[in-house]
């Protein structure tokens, strides 16, 4: 009956007009009174005012379409007259026009264009749209999305002048998972004055909470996670220059800060001299950084470090010194203003794992990313013979040199690659964040406190601590706020260091 009711009452030229020119109350009304109806002409109506290509002469609308005009009631080719003038909207109805595409789109042939119309319909229940919902039910084939019509349908009802209908999709509004839903039962709440009602919409509302909560916190374990593998990737490289080789390197932020410029400096150059494979500088971008920083690291160590080996305060202040150096340097090249890394646009976007969850891709990325760093750098101290060598010299380097070991060149290469996994953290950190020269500042101190809290030289130590510390730092953060999340990490960690100074997993044997 609701589409046979459609199909007779066709859209007019008045009802055109009124919805081109006006006053912009009137102009919604119109537009909500015809989309009631259903006509199929009305759609490329409200696409061309959309697009500002609309004419108004004499008492009729002309939608303009390749050079050419059209009847916007009949559809057939027109002469559009001399004075025929502009149809304007303002913001209010552009957006009006643009509710109005996504409730048509419900009855498109396509399903992916009927699934966002859902999806848009979802944050603005406009009563207006029911009688077109409802068609959309009735037309609907896909259960899925009859399933999520119905239920746009009752937050439609909820706001219907008959009780019993609010009553009745208050109730059918508990299957909702979505935060739109909970936020307009909440909202009807405000404005319910029947009792009856008044306690369905709670029921439903709670209902809906209890759904969403399951999406909060996956989404903080999500963060935590995201956090932790940026905090890995920071630590990876202290775990080997402070963790295996006892240099304190206060200028390890800033060996990051340089990986995430060799980014900025990589994507420039595809930018300008290979646009056509803009979307994959990212694969070049992260041996340029982690070779950037391998370099500084290993000019730092054949010009400083080297003559401070057992001497920890003067590595630390050297270290720093060295951080104010490459700071300046930076800004002198690249200037003090933060730089822009895109992300590819493989990385951009995310997938939507419940309505209110929403895991980017760039994140998940890092997460990847992050887990491979992690075996490579186990794989390369346990399996190689470079790595072999580091672990000699840092457990005994008298006994290396004597049995042929350059324990110089050892150093050098250790302490590059230390460095070099920082760059590839700078290059990871370029893709959620601004690039600038004080970007190593706000990681240095937790990286840190990653490596002394997992336990000095231990790679598994480190890979717990970041994730836990990640974890934490985002559960604290919902519950006391970001500044006091950080004092308190900081009390929980210097507390558990006074207990076991050896950290989480302590060095055993005779590595101890």
Same mark, same amino acid.
């Given at each position: ?63 303009? #379409? ?53 999806? @848009? ?50 109730? @059918? ?18 404005? @319910? ?55 304190? %390197? ?63 305060? @003067? ?46 891709? %760039? ?19 346990? #399996?190689? #013979? ?9 457990? %005994? ?116």
């Amino acid at each position: 009956m609701l589409l046979a009711s459609g199909a007779v009452r066709a859209l007019t030229a008045e009802q055109a007009v009124a919805i081109a020119a006006g006053e912009t109350d009137a102009r919604v009304e119109a537009l909500r009174r015809a989309m009631a109806q259903g006509d199929a002409k009305l759609a490329p109506l409200v696409k061309a005012l959309a697009d500002d290509a609309v004419k108004l002469s004499g008492g009729r609308a002309y939608v303009l #379409r390749d050079g050419r005009a059209f009847d916007a009631v009949t559809g057939a080719e027109a002469m559009l007259p001399a004075d025929a003038e502009d149809a304007v909207s303002n913001n209010r109805m552009r957006r009006a026009l643009e509710a109005a595409l996504a409730a048509l789109s419900l009855l498109s042939p396509d399903r992916a264009a009927r699934a966002r119309a859902i999806d @848009e319909l979802k944050e603005q229940a406009d009563p207006a749209l029911l009688a077109l919902v409802d068609k959309a039910v009735v037309a609907e084939a896909d259960p899925g999305l009859k399933e999520q019509l119905v239920l746009l349908r009752s937050s439609l009802l909820v706001q219907h002048p008959d009780a019993a209908k609010r009553l009745q999709a208050a109730r @059918e509004l508990a299957a909702s998972g979505q935060p739109a839903t909970r936020a307009l039962l909440l909202q009807r709440l405000g404005v @319910e004055e029947d009792a009856g009602v008044r306690a369905a919409l709670q029921a439903s509302a709670d209902a809906v909470a209890v759904r969403l909560a399951w999406g909060e916190r996956l989404g903080v374990l999500f963060a935590g996670l995201s956090l932790g593998s940026i905090l890995l990737l920071v630590a990876l490289g202290l775990a080997i220059t402070y963790g295996l080789m006892g240099v304190i %390197n206060m200028a390890h932020g800033e060996l990051m800060m340089i990986g995430a410029y060799a980014a900025y400096v990589t994507q420039n150059l595809f930018r300008t001299y290979a646009p056509e494979a803009f979307g994959w500088y990212l694969v070049a971008a992260i041996p340029a950084s982690f070779l950037a920083a391998a370099l500084v690291g290993a000019l730092m160590e054949r010009s400083v470090i080297r003559w401070l080996y057992g001497r920890p305060l @003067e590595t630390l202040l050297a270290t720093w010194g060295i951080s104010l150096i490459l700071m300046q340097a930076v800004r002198s090249l690249f200037g003090a203003q933060n730089v822009l890394v895109e992300n590819p646009a493989w990385m951009s976007g995310g997938i939507a794992v419940l309505p209110n969850l929403t895991l980017p891709y %760039n994140r998940l990325a890092i997460l990847v990313f992050a887990a491979l760093v992690l075996c490579g750098v186990a794989l390369l101290i346990a #399996r190689t #013979r470079l790595g072999l060598f580091i672990r000699g010299v840092t457990q %005994n380097r008298p006994m290396a040199a004597c049995t042929g070991v350059d324990t110089s060149r050892v150093d050098t290469l250790a302490f590059a690659l230390g460095a070099g996994l920082a760059g590839l953290a700078g290059c990871a950190l370029s893709q959620v964040g601004n690039v600038g020269p004080d970007l190593g500042q706000s990681y240095i101190v937790d990286s840190f406190m990653v490596v002394v809290l997992g336990g000095v030289g231990q790679l598994a130590g480190t890979v717990v601590a970041a994730l836990g510390l990640g974890v934490l730092n985002k559960l604290l953060e919902g519950w006391a706020g970001a500044v006091l999340a950080k004092i308190m990490v900081l009390v929980l960690i210097v507390v558990f260091i006074q207990k076991r100074p050896q950290g989480l997993f302590a060095l055993k044997g005779r590595s101890a």
